[in-house]
Every structure is written in C-alpha cells, then in structure tokens.
C-alpha cells in the first residue's frame, strides 16, 4: 500500500470514490478551474510518483515561494498537479482572509526535482480554515 492510499484510508475515503469525484463537474466547481499563472520555478511534466507532477525547473532553497497554489479562486498547475509524498519538499499555507493558498519549499530543492506535499497537512490543519 503506497503512503498516498494509506492516507485516503485514513480519511475513510475509498480510492475509486475519490478518483470519480475529482474527475467530476461538482468537483471543478467546487475546487475551481485550473490555470496557468505563468509561475517559472516549475513545469508540469511526468511525475516520479504516478501520472503528472509539478517539477522544478530552477533551484529552491527551503523558504522559497515556489508559487500560488489557489488565486482568485482559480487552482493554479502547482494547486492541481502537486502530488502526494509523506517525505515532502514543500507545503501549501492558506490565506484565511482571502482563500488563496502559495506553495513554499520546505528544503532545499533542486532542478529537475518534483516537487511534492504531505496531503495530511491540510487535513491536520483543517479546523484553521473553518
């Protein structure tokens, strides 16, 4: 069992379910579109993980803004392709007063890295955004 479907069983969620809601209309509305913001620290590519990902194409080092995740309530590439990883090398913080959300490097990250969260912080923190 990867550590991606050990933390989808931690929220009770099954695998299948989860996969047909984020490929729905409801969840589109409800997470908004995606949309390239012209962030230059990173590109969609193939990920390391499975399917696409966000990869470095510059160096980071550890409290770099890599870019928005959520602006305006649009999800940018990062917001959507980031993917899961339990040794992550960046984290998404929250702006309370206006949902937006930036991705900032955790460590140093170079080049060609993927870039990647631990999706049990937002969940950790989810009471904060209530």
């Known amino acids: 069992m990867t550590d991606f479907e050990k933390f989808i069983k931690e929220?009770?969620?099954?695998l299948e379910t989860i996969n047909d809601y984020i490929d729905s209309e409801e969840f589109e509305k409800a997470a908004g579109p995606v949309i390239d913001i012209g962030d230059k620290g990173y590109e969609v590519g193939k990920s390391f993980i499975e399917g696409l990902g966000v990869?470095?194409?510059?160096?980071?080092?550890?409290?770099?803004v890599i870019g928005y995740g959520i602006i305006d309530g649009?999800?940018?590439?990062?917001?959507?392709?980031?993917?899961?990883?339990?040794?992550?090398?960046?984290?998404?913080?929250?702006?309370?007063?206006n949902n937006n959300m930036i991705l900032i490097a955790?460590?140093?990250?170079?080049?060609?890295?993927?870039?990647?969260?631990?999706?049990?912080?937002h969940t950790d923190l989810r009471s904060y955004y209530e």
């Open 11 to 14: 929220q009770n969620v099954d």
């Open 74 to 97: 649009c999800r940018s590439l990062a917001g959507r392709y980031t993917n899961h990883s339990k040794d992550n090398n960046a984290k998404f913080y929250y702006f309370k007063e």
């Open 55 to 64: 990869i470095a194409t510059i160096d980071f080092e550890k409290g770099d």
């Open 106 to 121: 955790e460590s140093d990250i170079e080049a060609d890295d993927e870039i990647v969260v631990n999706y049990r912080h």
